[in-house]
């Protein structure tokens, strides 16, 4: 089996990258590890959270919003399947989803290491060479600090504004 690593942003317009995530799997027969990676949300090394009952407060929280997130997500799923997918057999248990805390670039490529992910799958918003070359891209840098392949989707503004259904992303 073939594991993809999909990471989504949950932006307008992502939805033709999780169907390109989709198509992959299918070629391959594989499972769909949808991540989403949310900013640093963690106590780091700061002093006031050593005290332990506070640490664990912080820690019950984290994993609370993680639910959160994670149920938020498989109904996104399953409204996209409902919505996109009526044609065809999907199993929504073909993907698992993955919620992070942290910068972007750094949990996809850990990610991809822990699901043994053969491939990854993201969308790119920047929309033209000179947007890239000047400004670093969570894509641009995963590229460069991963061993296996990524496709990236392009997903400008047309592209997103172009699926009425596609309203809140994926």
């Known amino acids: ?78 409204n996209f399947v409902a919505e996109e997918l009526n044609d065809a057999e999907f199993n929504e248990d073909s993907i698992e989803v993955v919620v992070r805390f942290g910068d972007p670039a750094k949990k996809i490529v850990d990610t991809v290491k822990d699901v043994e992910a053969s491939m990854v799958v993201m969308g790119d918003r920047r929309v033209n060479a000179l947007s890239r070359m000047f400004l670093g891209s969570t894509a641009q840098k995963v590229i460069h600090n991963i061993t296996v392949p990524v496709l990236i989707v392009p997903i400008s503004n047309t592209v997103a504004s172009s699926k009425a259904g596609d309203k809140n992303g994926i």
């Open 1 to 78: 089996m073939r594991n993809i690593l999909y990471a989504s942003d949950l932006e307008q317009g992502s939805r033709v990258v999780l169907r390109a995530a989709l198509e992959q799997a299918a070629m391959s027969n594989g499972k769909i590890f949808f991540l989403h990676v949310s900013d640093q949300f963690h106590r780091g090394n700061d002093d006031s959270f050593v005290g332990f009952k506070l640490k664990k407060a912080h820690d019950a929280h984290l994993e609370s919003l993680k639910e959160e997130l994670r149920t938020y997500m498989k109904q996104r799923i399953h």
